[in-house]
């Protein structure tokens, strides 16, 4: 095993947050090879069949990782769960370090070196948003505005002509998208397993660190179970105090 961030630590990184997931072997920050997971599998299962197949191709063996990499958030909560599950469990059997990092981050991290700041955005379903804004200075990418969750009409009322967005949810708003507001090429907009490596790289170099039994995914907001929950606890509270 590499020691620390030496250039030639080994790394599996780990993309599970969208129906478009996707698993990649790098080297310090070289991509060795990346794989997209097999869509008409559930998530459990084309994960460890694509692992499988990406290690045997590129002849290593679990032990042979220093890192486990995984996008932790935000994204689909089952897809998530999987994801940090699989990692985890990599980690505890392996010995590997493991790091979680955001999801949007790693989006951004793909992007063209030459724009300026640039929303990235995902779907949070109930036509809601989850969203970032971010800027490159050098080869870093810098968040200017964290993840938080927005009404899909506020995000679009709050543009301005210039602005740069990308990402998934894009492919659905591009239609709806005030005049002057710019898009980045599609090929940049879905998470790649790639950019997670790298981006875990990076933060793992710079002395970032993961703790095995503390990592969990970053929803950003409760499930609709838990909010109905909420809810009906809220209403029994009412009643109570009437």
């Not at 620390?4 to 790394?11: T, V």
């Not at 505890?92 to 790091?99: D, F, K, M, S």
């Not at 379903?125 to 969203?131: H, I």
């Not at 301005?160 to 659905?172: L, R, T, Y």
Request: charged share 25%; with cysteine; hydrophobic share 45%.
């Amino acid at each position: 095993m590499a020691i620390g961030g030496e250039i030639d630590m080994k790394s599996l990184a780990i993309e599970t947050t969208t129906r478009c997931g996707s698993l990649a072997l790098l080297e310090g920050d070289t991509v060795v090879a990346e794989r997209e997971l097999d869509s008409n599998l559930r998530s459990a299962a084309s994960i460890t069949v694509c692992l499988r197949e990406l290690m045997c191709e590129n002849k290593l063996v679990p032990k042979d990782l220093d890192l486990i990499a995984v996008a932790s958030g935000p994204g689909s909560f089952t897809g998530l769960r999987v994801g940090v599950t699989v990692a985890k469990t990599l980690a505890y059997a392996t010995g590997a370090e493991v790091l979680g990092v955001n999801t949007l981050e790693a989006i951004a991290v793909g992007s063209p070196e030459e724009i300026g700041p640039w929303w990235t955005v995902l779907e949070a379903q109930r036509q809601q948003l989850f969203a970032a804004i971010f800027v490159r200075r050098g080869i870093e990418v810098e968040t200017i505005r964290a993840t938080h969750i927005v009404d899909i009409e506020i995000w679009l009322d709050q543009l301005s002509p210039g602005d740069v967005v990308m990402g998934p949810a894009i492919a659905k708003l591009v239609a709806r998208l005030p005049e002057g507001i710019r898009t980045h090429d599609p090929k940049f907009w879905q998470p790649r397993a790639a950019c997670v490596g790298q981006l875990a790289f990076a933060k793992f170099n710079s002395g970032l660190r993961d703790d095995l039994w503390k990592l969990t995914p970053q929803y950003f907001r409760k499930s609709a179970a838990e909010e109905k929950a909420d809810s009906a606890s809220e209403r029994t509270g009412d009643r109570g105090q009437g």
